[in-house]
């Protein structure tokens, strides 16, 4: 289990990450999001004891985390992508592999099955320069993955992936999940924080702004999203109180409300007319949680 | 958790003589000092006279010698070192190994790859000074080292590998902050400068009509200076050639410089880690040559 209590740094007086507070247990994943310079990467530098936090703690299982532990137990794929050009694939990873003490020929049975599981194209034997920056990605990713970390800290390990790498990404993650491994994850996609997270964290400007598993970041906002199917009049469903924006969209319109109470009367009023196809009142997705927590001022409603 | 630090050690140390023996750099600094004997030989310039050699005609040449010999094998090594972490550098890698290794893994490693480059370089120049001896019937080198008495010999080599030791450290702490390969050289050159100095105080020592009166008289002021590295590893092997300090002397002096320089490794591997970390920022080291303004070295940006 790693937990973070009440950690924060600031660079000169300028707050990078503010009192931030999470913990993880085996197997579970959680998302870290939140704008450009919300302290994401900060708060990776700190987990792995590149940089020390000005105050609150970082503990492993209760214990403080020591630069022995984090490189022996925990992944990590940084955001700037790199490895040495001129090396293959195969002495790269070997490399790595060396490097936590694991054995050539084990590794080399490894860093067969992982090329093949996250579809690297290319031979073993490739120089990395002559690899597309997916491809180098994917060979980063497995350099991480392959020692079976028990932590996996990945920044934006999505950003350059194509829509069927980015799958085999996410079901990597999943696999490592299924094994316990714990993993932390930074992204602007929300789609991918919709699909793997156990628990999400968004920071802005420092401070946390959201944090809970995703049932109850949704609960705290409520079902205010309503997606009907079907002609309806919208001057009518706008006069309802609670409705507080209706878009007419291709097949039937989209609502935002006030309260989620208004649900149950614009049912009534929308079955009276007749036959619904749909009637679908949401949670408003992570998307649209993420710009308004962003652009959100203190009196502003979803 | 120590075996596994002593496999990182040596799988750094390994990575980098593997790339070292198949780069260009190693084998132009093995070939061209050959080159340049090959000249001398060709036109018949080398001739020590040994039937006449006493003493202090071998002193002589060592005391030329070895200062010229410790600038040439560290300007050529503290270049591969500092080339080796620019490239870890621009890479942009340093931060992933830097989550599996402990800077001090891969200082400790790097600086022991050097070593064994170096002495691979030494054995093949003793090959090749036997095997040339042996074809030419001349045996100036061999009879220069049988007349040698060990007690120096055994000095000049531990003197050598401490001054490399300093230079090689205090590159690798200027290098760390190199964000791109053009640098390289000049972290090369606050190193070389003082080697350089030492190098040419050397020769002014070995000019005993002038300095033997005067370093009796400054002993105790002249044992100070000396004793910083790697001022004190340049001069020393000159004045205990020509018989200015005693062995007591030059032997403390080796010890007062490791004790320096163990202390100093520990604040650069502070510095290296940093170094390494630093993508964004000036490096401090250049911009001073630069005749910038470096501002606060510490981590604010802002
Ligand atoms: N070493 C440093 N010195 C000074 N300021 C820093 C340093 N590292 C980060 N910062 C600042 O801290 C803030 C948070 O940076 P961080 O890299 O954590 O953001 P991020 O959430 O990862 O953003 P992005 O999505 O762009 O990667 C930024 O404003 C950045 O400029
Ligand atoms: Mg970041």
């Keep these: 289990m790693i937990e973070l209590q009440h950690v924060s740094k600031r660079f000169g007086n300028f707050n990078a990450v503010s009192d931030l507070s999470f913990s993880l247990h085996s197997g579970q994943i959680l998302s870290l999001i939140g704008q450009n310079g919300a302290g994401k990467s900060t708060t990776f530098h700190m987990i792995l004891d590149f940089i020390k936090p000005d105050s609150g703690k970082i503990l492993w299982s209760g214990k403080p985390l020591t630069p022995d532990a984090i490189t022996a137990k925990v992944g990590y794929m940084p955001e700037e992508r790199g490895l040495y050009p001129k090396e293959t694939i195969k002495s790269q990873l070997l490399y790595f592999a060396a490097l936590h003490g694991m054995k050539k020929a084990e590794a080399i049975i490894l860093l067969d099955d992982w090329m093949k599981r996250l579809n690297v194209v290319g031979k073993s034997t490739d120089k990395i320069e002559s690899l597309s920056k997916g491809?180098?990605?994917?060979?980063?990713?497995?350099?991480?993955?392959?020692?079976?970390?028990?932590?996996?800290?990945?920044?934006?390990?999505?950003?350059?992936?194509?829509?069927?790498?980015?799958?085999?990404?996410?079901?990597?993650?999943?696999?490592?999940?299924?094994?316990?491994?714990?993993?932390?994850?930074?992204?602007?996609?929300?789609?991918?924080?919709?699909?793997?997270?156990?628990?999400?964290?968004?920071?802005?400007?420092?401070?946390?702004?959201?944090?809970?598993?995703?049932?109850?970041i949704y609960r705290q906002f409520g079902r205010l999203r309503l997606d009907i199917e079907g002609y309806q009049n919208v001057e009518r469903l706008k006069r309802i109180q609670g409705v507080k924006k209706v878009t007419l969209m291709a097949n039937g319109v989209h609502l935002e409300l006030n309260n989620e109470q208004c649900g149950k009367i614009i049912f009534t009023e929308v079955t009276k007319h007749g036959y619904v196809p749909v009637f679908n009142q949401h949670y408003p997705d992570l998307e649209a949680i993420f710009k308004y927590e962003v652009h959100k001022k203190a009196y502003d409603r979803l | 958790m120590k075996i596994l630090k002593q496999k990182q050690v040596l799988a750094v140390a390994c990575h980098e003589i593997k790339g070292q023996l198949s780069s260009f750099t190693y084998w132009t600094i093995i070939l061209w000092p050959l080159l340049i004997a090959a000249i001398f030989e060709r036109s018949g310039n080398i001739h020590l006279d040994l039937s006449t050699s006493n003493y202090l005609n071998l002193n002589l040449f060592w005391g030329n010698f070895l200062p010229i010999f410790i600038f040439m094998v560290s300007l050529s090594y503290v270049s591969i070192m500092a080339n080796s972490v620019a490239v870890d550098k621009t890479s942009k890698i340093s931060e992933m190994l830097l989550a599996m290794v402990d800077a001090k893994e891969q200082l400790i490693g790097k600086i022991s790859a050097t070593y064994c480059l170096m002495l691979l370089h030494m054995t093949i120049y003793a090959g090749l000074i036997y095997i040339y001896e042996r074809v030419t019937h001349g045996f100036i080198v061999q009879t220069i080292i049988r007349n040698t008495s060990p007690v120096f010999f055994v000095y000049i080599v531990l003197d050598a590998a401490v001054a490399l030791f300093m230079a090689l450290v205090w590159a690798t702490e200027i290098a760390s902050y190199v964000t791109d390969e053009s640098q390289v050289a000049v972290a090369v050159i606050p190193v070389m400068l003082l080697i350089g100095t030492g190098t040419m105080v050397a020769f002014l020592f070995?000019?005993?009509?002038?300095?033997?009166?005067?370093?009796?008289?400054?002993?105790?002021?002249?044992?100070?200076?000396?004793?910083?590295?790697?001022?004190?590893?340049?001069?020393?092997?000159?004045?205990?050639?020509?018989?200015?300090?005693?062995?007591?002397?030059?032997?403390?002096?080796?010890?007062?410089?490791?004790?320096?320089?163990?202390?100093?490794?520990?604040?650069?591997?502070?510095?290296?880690?940093?170094?390494l970390l630093s993508s964004k920022k000036a490096n401090p080291f250049l911009s001073v040559l630069a005749h910038e303004n470096t501002g606060n070295l510490k981590e604010n940006k802002r």
């Design chain 1, 135 to 216: 491809n180098a990605q994917k060979v980063q990713l497995i350099a991480c993955l392959m020692f079976k970390p028990q932590l996996l800290i990945l920044d934006e390990p999505f950003s350059g992936l194509d829509p069927v790498n980015s799958e085999l990404l996410i079901k990597a993650i999943l696999t490592a999940k299924q094994q316990g491994t714990m993993v932390i994850f930074s992204t602007h996609n929300m789609d991918n924080v919709q699909k793997l997270s156990d628990y999400i964290v968004m920071l802005k400007h420092g401070q946390t702004v959201l944090k809970g598993t995703p049932t109850e």
């Design chain 2, 206 to 275: 070995n000019a005993p009509h002038y300095f033997d009166a005067g370093i009796s008289v400054m002993r105790v002021y002249a044992n100070v200076v000396l004793a910083f590295p790697p001022i004190g590893s340049l001069l020393m092997p000159t004045l205990l050639a020509n018989q200015n300090v005693s062995y007591v002397e030059a032997y403390l002096n080796i010890i007062i410089q490791l004790v320096i320089i163990a202390w100093l490794l520990k604040q650069s591997i502070r510095q290296y880690r940093f170094g």
